[in-house]
């Protein structure tokens, strides 16, 4: 139910892609303007987590995930009824908070419900109702854009956010939440509930100890092995928006167009079957991160990139079109999808001790939706700058070669192994490891 948050984060965020072909012809939007209108909701996603660094401690994680719900639905009422580009704009900011807040809280409440054997896969399920809501998305756009019925795209997301709304009343606040504000009670009975009642004493001894060893203040983040793990946290943010597949992403109907898909419609539908298509390979991430492990999974992911961003970027280089370039977005998908997309979410929530976790997870998070906004903003006007000077826009994919190459050298020399740990030996480990 907690994943869920993830859905709307996908529908609301990946919606923009099926109408910003017509979006930029109702209110003639320049290359700029197209990019900012698109981009428009991660101002929004970056303002998110500086509210929830305070609202996931204050209230907790379940309160923030009902505050983010209350935005979508603002949101959603707001860009179905605009008279301007300023106001869609104002309105996709406000959801862009929802989305910031959810990318936060969610996570970072499955990370601390989940029992450890289970918690990477658990935690996946947040991606999962990511690529879920996209998918849906894009299938909403698909069969809207025959009408050309753009605000109904938007209007459409108050179906998920009413059913989200009650979901989230049936859902218990997290064990270490609870244990952070001395109530140990409550926090025993939610630990039983999951692990059974012989473990659940050991694991409320184990979070009582660490977070006798925290402060939680933001001083603590620059103690030896905690600064390691928060820097950790931050490049596993960047880099896996850095390294191409967000940008493609978002304008892929735009980008099938100049490969000779013959109208709106063909292309949102080829953009529906790629992100189909993700939802299986989520599912085959999920089935490996609690048994290959994150470390090798973001290694093999960032290799994969490398070779897919640079292929899309001769697919354009030479002017091929059609179902091959289709393809080749496909080798740009299952990387990010399998390994570089979901890793960050999973391992943000799990590097860093609780009493500094909401503050640690919402930098981190506030620093992957920079990243995001920076690509998506600037990739209209690189992708026109690219076509100036080179005839093409492969310039543009083979800048992410690079990034790609340098997500691998990080995991390569720090990405830690967190599977099949609990939150507390990580948390220890981490703290020790400055000490060395």
Same mark, same amino acid.
């Given at each position: ?112 419900? =989940? ?18 809501? =996209? ?228 930098? =981190? ?61 990580? =948390? ?9």
């Amino acid at each position: 139910m907690a994943a869920l948050g993830g859905f709307l984060f996908g529908y609301d965020l990946v919606m923009i892609s099926g109408a910003v072909i017509f979006l930029k012809e109702e209110f003639g939007l320049s290359a700029a303007g197209l990019g900012f209108t698109t981009a428009s909701a991660v101002i929004g996603c970056i303002a998110g987590p500086i509210a929830g660094m305070r609202l996931c401690d204050l209230l907790g994680r379940k309160r923030t995930l009902i505050a983010a719900n209350l935005l979508f639905g603002i949101s959603a009422i707001g860009t179905a009824l605009p008279e301007t580009i300023d106001q869609f704009n104002f309105f996709r900011v406000i959801g862009g908070i929802g989305c910031g807040l959810v990318s936060v809280a969610s996570p970072m409440y499955l990370a601390e419900i =989940a029992p450890a054997r289970l918690r990477g896969r658990l935690v996946m399920m947040y991606q999962l109702a990511i690529v879920v809501g =996209a998918f849906s998305a894009t299938l909403v756009a698909y069969y809207l854009a025959f009408f050309e019925a753009w605000r109904w795209m938007f209007a459409s997301e108050l179906v998920p956010i009413l059913v989200f709304g009650v979901l989230l009343t049936l859902i218990p606040r997290t064990p270490r939440w609870l244990a952070q504000q001395n109530r140990y009670q409550e926090a025993r009975r939610v630990l039983a509930r999951i692990n059974g009642r012989e473990k659940a004493e050991g694991l409320l001894q184990e979070i009582r100890e660490s977070l006798a060893e925290e402060t939680g203040a933001f001083s603590e983040l620059l103690k030896p092995g905690i600064r390691t793990a928060f820097a950790v946290a931050v490049l596993l943010a960047v880099f896996s928006q850095w390294t191409g597949w967000s940008v493609v992403a978002s304008y892929l109907p735009i980008l099938l167009l100049k490969a000779g898909f013959a109208d709106a419609s063909d292309a949102i539908f080829q953009y529906a079957m790629v992100n189909g298509i993700n939802i299986g390979l989520t599912l085959v991430s999920m089935s490996l991160v609690d048994r290959v492990g994150r470390r090798p999974i973001w290694l093999v992911t960032s290799l994969g990139m490398v070779f897919g961003v640079t292929l899309l970027g001769a697919i354009f280089h030479f002017n091929l079109t059609g179902f091959v370039v289709v393809g080749a977005v496909l080798m740009c998908a299952w990387p990010h999808v399998i390994g570089l997309g979901p890793l960050a979410w999973v391992m943000m929530s799990e590097v860093l001790p609780t009493r500094v976790r909401a503050r640690a997870v919402s930098i =981190a998070t506030m620093c992957l939706w920079i990243a995001n906004y920076s690509g998506v903003h600037a990739f209209p006007v690189l992708l026109e700058l690219s076509e100036e000077r080179f005839g093409s826009p492969a310039a543009v994919f083979w800048i992410f070669t690079l990034t790609c190459a340098l997500a691998f050298v990080f995991g390569w020399k720090f990405v830690p192994e967190t599977k099949g740990k609990s939150l507390e030996k990580i =948390a220890r480990d981490c703290r020790h490891s400055g000490n060395r």
